[in-house]
């Protein structure tokens, strides 16, 4: 493999992990390259967004592991475009990660890729910019991971006055996850219809 097919590996890697990052080791694991060749491929990437005006995006170092960011020069940008009214409704995928996060809050967006069985990094970042899901801290352990939780957006948008008004799930584990999906959209849809009214 070449150091721009190398370079490439790395930066889609980095690009799906989204905001958790990699660490090193990691890298190392996947790519199949040494810690060397890692450290001097992370070099290359951030040199070549460093030095690039025309690149939007920054390769960050954070607590041992690696990610792109948006570059803050673009703040201004970044944030007309979260603050631009959408009325447009969730996806599915980002209907079933806010049911998982509502019933399981909080919660790691591993934990929540292991329910769902595909990542859930872009439904996620969607939730967190509709208000509807925020940060909640870090978990214990290796890794850090952020946990997630539903915020007050989500109890209003939903007719909500607390989680506890949320529907009860069955007793059976190996039905929670998909009793938890009924359940949600059953009361989603039904917000839905009320707002057609």
Do not use: C, W
């Amino acid at each position: 493999m070449t150091d721009n097919n190398q370079m490439g590996v790395l930066e889609s890697l980095l690009f799906a992990a989204g905001d958790e990052g990699l660490s090193v080791e990691q890298l190392v694991q996947v790519m199949g390259i040494t810690h060397i060749e890692v450290l001097n491929l992370l070099e290359a990437v951030g040199e070549d967004y460093r030095s690039k005006d025309s690149r939007g995006l920054t390769l960050l170092e954070t607590a041992g592991s690696f990610q792109l960011a948006t570059k803050k020069e673009h703040a201004d940008y970044l944030r007309k475009l979260v603050e631009i009214p959408d009325q447009s409704t969730l996806s599915q995928a980002s209907l079933e990660t806010l049911a998982i996060i509502a019933y399981r809050q909080p919660i790691t967006r591993m934990e929540i890729d292991e329910i769902r069985g595909v990542h859930t990094d872009g439904p996620i970042r969607t939730l967190v910019a509709k208000g509807l899901v925020k940060d909640h801290g870090r978990a214990e352990g290796a890794g850090r991971a952020k946990l997630y939780v539903t915020t007050d957006e989500f109890l209003d948008s939903f007719g909500l006055k607390s989680l506890a008004e949320l529907p009860q799930l069955e007793d059976q584990a190996e039905e929670l996850e998909q009793t938890e999906l009924d359940l949600f959209f059953d009361r989603f849809n039904q917000k839905q219809r009320e707002e057609e009214k």
